[in-house]
């Protein structure tokens, strides 16, 4: 499968845990985002990166929100102290910088109890 | 701001064509994209135009009018594996990120 891979699937944790997630981008694409959706909602957009550099990050994004991409492969999505509100799906695409298209992954469905 | 509208819900019959539109602020416009979404599914990539006017592809064609900051995703001969969430999403200041709209929840009945 050459497509965009996250893991964990589904990830249910308690009120106050860590959690991090793991995106791994189509291998020739340079760009990786990460975004969240929540039920009824179009994704909304967090943090992307170009190569190993983060680029932009939504000033709507928490400070216990923090991303990676080290060697400007594949990249770490980390919540700290989880809260209810942080329950949704986690989304990362990847793209190629000059043709602008992101392909999605299947996403990590989060569940804050 | 950088709305993207588009209506909540659409129902259609199989094999008729329905139209879904979509509006967006045009200051910083670079490009809009449309996906389709399963339900629990990741979102899959349709169309992205750039310049003004029709792209075709097989069932399905995506309209642009830079000026008037609309768009539109034509579907064709629906089918009920058509049912699905189409998210209009619009690319802005050469940025990477897509602003994207709260998705149209397409129902296709026999």
């Known amino acids: 499968d050459t497509g965009v891979s996250q893991d964990p699937r589904h990830k249910i944790t308690k009120r106050g845990q860590n959690v991090t997630f793991r995106c791994d981008p189509i291998s020739e694409h340079n760009r990786l985002y990460w975004y969240r959706q929540t039920l009824g909602q179009g994704p909304e957009f967090l943090t992307y990166f170009q190569n190993e550099a983060q680029l932009e990050k939504s000033r709507l994004l928490s400070d216990r929100f923090s991303a990676e991409r080290p060697k400007g492969s594949f990249s770490t999505l980390e919540i700290q102290r989880t809260e209810q509100g942080d329950s949704a799906m986690y989304l990362c695409?990847?793209?190629?910088?000059?043709?602008?298209?992101?392909?999605f992954g299947a996403g990590t469905r989060l569940s804050v109890l | 701001g950088q709305n993207i509208d588009q209506p909540t819900e659409m129902t259609a019959t199989e094999g008729a064509i329905v139209q879904i539109n979509c509006t967006y602020q045009t200051s910083g416009f670079n490009g809009l994209f449309w996906y389709q979404q399963h339900a629990g599914e990741a979102p899959t990539f349709l169309s992205y135009?750039?310049?003004?006017g029709l792209e075709e592809k097989g069932r399905f064609s995506s309209f642009l009018s830079r000026s008037k900051g609309y768009s539109y995703l034509l579907l064709k001969e629906l089918q009920m594996k058509d049912s699905a969430s189409y998210l209009c999403a619009a690319l802005y200041n050469q940025g990477g990120k897509l602003i994207f709209g709260q998705g149209t929840e397409l129902s296709v009945k026999p």
């Open positions: 695409a990847s793209s190629d910088r000059e043709k602008n298209i992101q392909y």
């Open positions: 135009n750039v310049l003004d």
